[in-house]
């Protein structure tokens, strides 16, 4: 990220990981210390956590809506994500197996 203005560079970062600038402002709007202390501390390690889990989720979402990857929930709630014979198909073929 670029030094020169943290909230700037965090909004850019925010932004290529795929959320809109709205977004990206708002979630950093919402980092708050109640004392003030850490707020530096933590604000990297949210911004962070937003853009990771964002290309995450989009990653595995796009790979779904593909029909690379089949999709369940456990007895715990939870989802599942599995690769169909077309996902597995193409993974052999970027592995060079295929």
Request: aromatic share 8%; with cysteine; net charge negative.
């Amino acid at each position: 990220m670029n030094n020169d203005n943290p909230i700037k560079s965090s909004i850019k970062y925010l932004v290529e990981c795929g959320w809109s600038e709205n977004q990206a402002k708002n979630l950093i709007g919402a980092i708050h210390d109640k004392d003030g202390d850490r707020l530096w501390e933590i604000a990297p390690e949210w911004i962070q956590h937003c853009g990771e889990k964002k290309m995450y989720v989009d990653g595995v979402l796009e790979s779904v809506a593909m029909g690379l990857i089949t999709v369940t929930k456990n007895d715990d709630g939870e989802w599942m994500f599995e690769l169909n014979v077309t996902g597995q198909d193409v993974g052999k073929q970027l592995k060079g197996d295929a």
